[in-house]
């Protein structure tokens, strides 16, 4: 058991965030399960929402979460589930051309601040060079 105070709020520490990050594994492999068991677009969804969230949270690197994401794809290709992504393109597209456009902002106009004039510098012609003989 630590002895120093702030050894001990660190132990408490380690532990709250252990359990929080075992309930996060937990959701994962639970959404995992149930996309396996029954692979749907929602399951599909879900599954991938959970390893966003991880990512989020710092518990998986993104490249690990992007990886798993793909492999999950993959298992819902050969089991033939239509995957949201061919459905988000058509959204996509419809939004585009219902947008309205975007209204100007105004913008208050100033005036720069008066300079004070400076004289032009000379420009000076270069200096003829002497012949040598």
Known sequence: ?????????????????????????????????????NPTPATLAKAQSEYDKAVKKDLLKKNTASRRKAALHNFAKKAGVKTAGAKAAPKAAAKATTAKPAAKKATATKKPAAKTAKPAAKKTQPKAKADKK
């Open 1 to 37: 058991m630590p002895i120093i105070k702030s050894a001990k709020k660190a132990a408490r520490q380690a532990t709250k965030r252990t359990a929080h990050n075992v309930e996060i594994k937990k959701a994962i492999k639970a959404a995992l399960k149930a996309f396996r068991a």
